[in-house]
């Protein structure tokens, strides 16, 4: 069962805020929200993550539903080296560790 | 920066072929991972490691094996590869379990079985 769904891709124009939603309706309280981004032919890098509060660094911010069951990851302002598939992921603790639950993820294209 | 590292890029095999995909850390993290990547599936956990020569499966592990002899080195082995394991392979690592124990990935290794 996936943990997460997000569109399968969306456009933003460069300069503008890129807004990528993603739900996760059966999330459990102790369970963060990841989010990742992957280059074409590279490792995921990591972005933000959270748990019910909001959060922001220096490369986008997260906004968490109070209700925790959906987010979305802002990219204020987009540039072309944003184009990438975004990942939104569950981290789920089990007895010998966290688990990362990746979905397919949202491939946005920065347009000129 | 951490830095993790895959001993290939690119690697072609033929079936029935016993292959090592070697992943090393440099940053003295606990947990390594091991995941494949394909077409319309995402980021698939095989198995993962909390500890040297501890493992656990993951999602999909049939068809494979992992070691962890030394805590920066974790192995994944196809003991004899398929034509269906031909998929991009990612090793990543994380501090022990916490609050922030972000995963950090390698480059990945595309695995062409023929």
């Known amino acids: 069962d996936a943990k997460t769904t997000q569109p399968p891709s969306m456009d933003c124009a460069e300069g503008r805020a890129a807004n990528l939603p993603c739900n996760h309706s059966?999330?459990?309280?102790?369970?963060?929200v990841y989010w990742y981004r992957q280059i074409h032919s590279q490792g995921p890098q990591y972005i933000i993550h959270?748990?019910?509060n909001n959060e922001t660094n220096e490369m986008a911010s997260l906004i968490i539903t109070e209700d925790r069951k959906s987010s979305t990851l802002i990219l204020p302002h987009a540039t072309l080296r944003d184009t990438a598939v975004y990942y939104c992921?569950?981290?789920?603790?089990?007895?010998?560790?966290?688990?990362?639950?990746f979905g397919t993820g949202t491939s946005l294209t920065v347009i000129p | 920066d951490v830095k993790v590292t895959q001993s290939s890029r690119y690697l072609v095999k033929r079936t029935g072929e016993k292959v090592f995909l070697e992943c090393v850390q440099d940053?003295?993290?606990?947990?390594m991972f091991w995941y494949r990547q394909d077409p319309g599936l995402g980021l698939r956990l095989i198995y993962f490691s909390y500890d040297v020569k501890m493992k656990e499966k993951g999602d999909i592990p049939e068809g494979y094996s992992v070691s962890r002899e030394k805590k920066e080195r974790f192995s994944l082995i196809l003991e004899s590869a398929s034509t269906n394991q031909t998929s991009m392979y990612l090793c990543a690592s994380s501090p022990l379990q916490g609050g922030t124990d972000t995963q950090y990935f390698g480059p990945g290794t595309r695995l062409t079985v023929l």
């Open positions: 940053m003295d993290h606990e947990n």
């Open positions: 059966t999330i459990s309280g102790n369970e963060y």
């Open positions: 992921i569950v981290r789920v603790p089990t007895n010998t560790g966290n688990q990362f639950y």
């Open positions: 959270g748990l019910k």
